[in-house]
């Protein structure tokens, strides 16, 4: 049980990876706290936690559903202290076909999203003596790819947010680290606008982008996120860490 006695708080936690990670906190013994837009979901999610959890619905791009969940989480579980920035969407697009709005709700959803909730929970964690904070950054983040600008960027910032955090917090005892996934199978390119034969021929061709030959389950990332979280892991500060069965190590050939 590694995660005995704590509290967490994932955003994103209806679905996917933030799913994942919900479960695996709980099943180490962690209190977790679900958020995300979708009460559905979440309830779904917490059918397969075996502890303590409390859901609360709300946007990340509104800074006043952070201060609630905050204020919400500490009334519930007495403090917090592992936040995981989960919640994130993906968008297609270039500087050609420039989509104004798009751009606008992926740096609002991705960026200040994570900067929001950070500022709202980081105190709590302060207030416990310190404690963790994971980021959900992308292989995009590190590797540029073309007609993706918007989540590129977007990812590109989480980790110059994670490290730039993590050098302000490490006095406070509080580690605040990335995970960087290669193509994950959950819901997130098809809510990012792909039909499901274009999802279908993307997952084929990653497996020939991809070293590994395949691409990852999110449980293999909610592994990462345990390790950051873990007491094991408290001089484990800035780290970007790949877990894409090799993909940003590669280049055209
Ligand atoms: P999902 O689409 O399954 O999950 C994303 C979650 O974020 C959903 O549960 C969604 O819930 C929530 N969310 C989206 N927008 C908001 C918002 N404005 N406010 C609150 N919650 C929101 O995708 P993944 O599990 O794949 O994605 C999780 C993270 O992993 C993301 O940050 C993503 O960028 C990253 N990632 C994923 C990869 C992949 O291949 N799958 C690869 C690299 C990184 P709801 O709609 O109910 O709000």
């Not at 967490?8 to 906190?25: K, P």
């Not at 917490?46 to 609360?56: D, E, F, I, M, N």
Request: charged letters at 20%; glycine letters at 14%.
């Amino acid at each position: 049980m590694k995660l005995k006695d704590k509290v967490a708080l994932v955003t994103g936690a209806g679905s996917g990876i933030g799913r994942a990670i919900a479960a695996l906190f709980s099943a180490e013994g962690a209190s977790v706290f679900l958020t995300g837009r979708r009460r559905d979901s979440l309830d779904a999610t917490v059918k397969s936690l075996k502890g303590r959890s409390a859901v609360s619905t709300g946007d990340v791009r509104r800074p006043e559903d952070a201060d609630r969940w905050a204020a919400e989480c500490e009334r519930t579980f007495g403090g917090l202290d592992i936040l995981v920035n989960n919640a994130g969407i993906i968008g297609n697009g270039g500087i050609l076909d420039f989509n104004r709005s798009k751009w606008r709700d992926l740096m609002d959803t991705n960026v200040e999203g994570v900067i929001e909730v950070t500022r709202a929970c980081a105190p709590l964690l302060v207030k416990r003596g310190g404690g963790s904070i994971v980021n959900l950054g992308s292989v995009t983040g590190i590797r540029p790819y073309g007609g993706l600008l918007g989540y590129c960027v977007s990812k590109a910032a989480v980790n110059m947010i994670t490290q730039s955090l993590a050098l302000e917090l490490a006095p406070k005892k509080v580690t605040v680290n990335a995970i960087l996934p290669g193509v994950v199978v959950t819901d997130l390119h098809r809510t990012g606008g792909m039909d499901e034969g274009a999802y279908a021929a993307f997952l084929e061709r990653s497996k020939t982008t991809h070293p590994s030959g395949r691409v990852g389950t999110p449980d293999e990332v909610a592994e990462a996120a345990l390790y950051f979280a873990s007491p094991g892991a408290r001089w484990t500060t800035g780290v970007l860490l790949s877990v894409d069965g090799g993909r940003a190590l590669t280049a055209a050939r």
